[in-house]
């Protein structure tokens, strides 16, 4: 009972509207009527700010972060990772992307899940930043280096990961890098379709 109750409430702080909030606060309106139309940090900044979006960044990462870490320590022995913990970590992205307060219609998931993987894999995390930095220095469009960042995730966190031994937290958190990447990148639908138009954004 208490995993599948957990997993309810991972969604509900997921659903956290944090850069909604904050727009809303300064007297910025509907954050979802600029730019890709979601919630997140690039959106909120674009609306009210880079201090608007850092904090929008740093909420959207705790909320994550605080999800796994507590599921780790209710509902793993030791403080691992199992399914339940995987269920619960894909939840709380889900439900930054699907928020019920704002009719489903949320950000695109990346921050929430930088914050969740800090706390299951910190280690695979360091590489995917990288590889953000170094499509955004070199592109200047954010949603692809977010793109490519949890794309690779999963391949960090298999070169990262003892291969050798026998823990049985790899898999489940190489679950949460599949099915939450998969719906990352299905959020960047549309930046996709404007990379390839030539008509996305550029960091200015």
């Known amino acids: 009972m208490l995993p599948a109750l957990f997993i309810v409430v991972a969604y509900l702080v997921g659903s ?24 997140g940090a690039t959106n909120v900044t674009r609306r009210a700010g880079k201090g608007a979006g850092l904090l929008t960044l740093a909420l959207d990462a705790a909320k994550g972060a605080l999800v796994a870490l507590v599921a780790r320590w209710l509902l793993a022995p030791d403080f691992g ?17 699907f928020p019920v307060w704002l009719k489903f219609r949320g950000g695109k998931g990346v921050a929430t899940g930088l914050g969740v993987f800090l706390s299951l894999t910190p280690v695979a995390v360091v590489p995917a930043a990288l590889v953000f930095l170094a499509v955004v220095w070199a592109t200047r469009y954010v949603s ?11 391949l960090f966190i298999w070169l990262l990961s003892d291969k050798g031994s026998s823990d049985a ?9 599949a099915a939450g990447g ?14 390839l138009n030539g008509t996305e954004s550029k960091l200015k």
């Open 81 to 97: 990772v199992n399914p339940w913990v995987a269920a619960a970590s894909i939840a709380v992205v889900a439900g930054h992307v």
């Open 169 to 177: 937290s790899v898999a489940p958190v190489m679950a949460v890098a």
């Open 182 to 195: 998969a719906l990352i990148i299905f959020m960047h639908r549309a930046n996709i379709g404007r990379l």
């Open 144 to 154: 692809l280096g977010s793109i490519a960042a949890t794309a690779t995730l999963p």
């Open 16 to 39: 956290i509207p944090f850069g909604f909030l904050i727009v809303r606060a300064r007297g910025g309106g509907d954050v979802r009527e600029t730019g890709s139309g979601g919630t």
